[in-house]
């Protein structure tokens, strides 16, 4: 694993986007994987680690997040720069000659793979969406909405991983190793030497004006490679009924539930990340 940079612009100038790269060069198409709304790449260590077996995969800090650079207009953490950002990504990873890559998003990642896979001549091979898709009701936006706000700091890492695992419990994290990893790569360091989440606060600021539920489906009516659609049994952020929807439809994924998990599944386990691998393969 390598962790490297790369210069993306916005409306302000240019900023930092870090992200991770595990694996050797292969004849498989590379991967990208892109986290959720609060989270970083390394959310997906485990993940890498077994596809960066037989090829590349790269993963992404999104801009505000991990150890990528902060925005210093909050409004401009949307859609628009997030896929000027990752189209960056994508030539990165395209750039050893692989004409195509294979991307897994869980939430905002797959939001973004969405909008990328649904693009003509889309680099997109196959898409991997965990827990998300083109509905998402009101009441689970102003859950997430609350929670994005919130500013919390802590006097140490054993009170990092305590709120952790409160807060993520919907994730399905079973191994103490994995929530470990996870609060290693969760914070940063205040002026006053206690810890904060590794992401900016602002980003909760476009959060705050959403007044109804999300509706994008003829996005997802113009993806055109295969999906693979991951859910947690117990996620309020992609129904049952949306989830069901997505097979009918559009690209007509194919639905993996896991069960006892809510929003959304960690892809830390053999068994989820075995599902992935086994569709990208």
């Known amino acids: 694993m390598q962790q490297k940079f790369f210069s993306s612009l916005s409306a302000l100038g240019f900023h930092k986007v870090a992200y991770t790269q595990w694996g050797l060069p292969s004849e498989k198409p590379n991967v990208v994987c892109v986290h959720g709304l609060t989270r970083n790449g390394r959310d997906f260590d485990p993940l890498a680690s077994a596809l960066g077996q037989n090829r590349h995969v790269y993963c992404p800090d999104v801009v505000g997040r991990g150890k990528s650079g902060w925005l210093a207009d909050a409004t401009l953490y949307n859609y628009p720069q997030y896929l ?3 189209t960056m990504m994508l030539a990165l990873a395209t750039r050893d000659g692989h004409p195509q890559v294979d991307w897994v998003g869980t939430s905002m990642g ?27 009701p009101m009441v689970a936006l102003k859950r997430i909405a609350d929670y994005v706000s ?7 890492m054993d009170q990092l991983e305590r709120h952790l695992r409160l807060i993520y419990a919907p994730f399905g994290i079973t191994r103490d190793a994995d929530w470990k990893n996870l609060t290693n790569n969760s914070f940063r360091t205040l002026a006053n030497g206690k810890l904060a989440l590794a992401h900016d606060p602002a980003i909760a600021k476009n959060f705050a004006a959403l007044d109804k539920d999300v509706d994008f489906w003829p996005v997802y009516d113009a ?3 295969p999906v693979l659609l991951i859910r947690g049994s117990q996620s309020d952020i992609l129904t049952h009924e ?9 690209p007509k994924a194919k639905l993996v539930e896991i069960a006892n998990v809510g929003h959304a599944p960690a892809l830390m386990d053999s068994e989820q990340i075995k599902v992935i691998a086994d569709f990208l393969a």
């Open 84 to 86: 000027t950002d990752m």
């Open 110 to 136: 797959g939001i973004i793979g969405m909008l990328l896979a649904a693009q003509a001549n889309s680099p997109l091979r196959r898409l991997v969406i965990n827990d998300v898709g083109p509905f998402i």
């Open 150 to 156: 919130m500013v919390v700091e802590f006097t140490d």
């Open 223 to 225: 993806i055109q490679c």
């Open 242 to 250: 949306t989830a069901e929807q997505m097979t009918r439809r559009g």
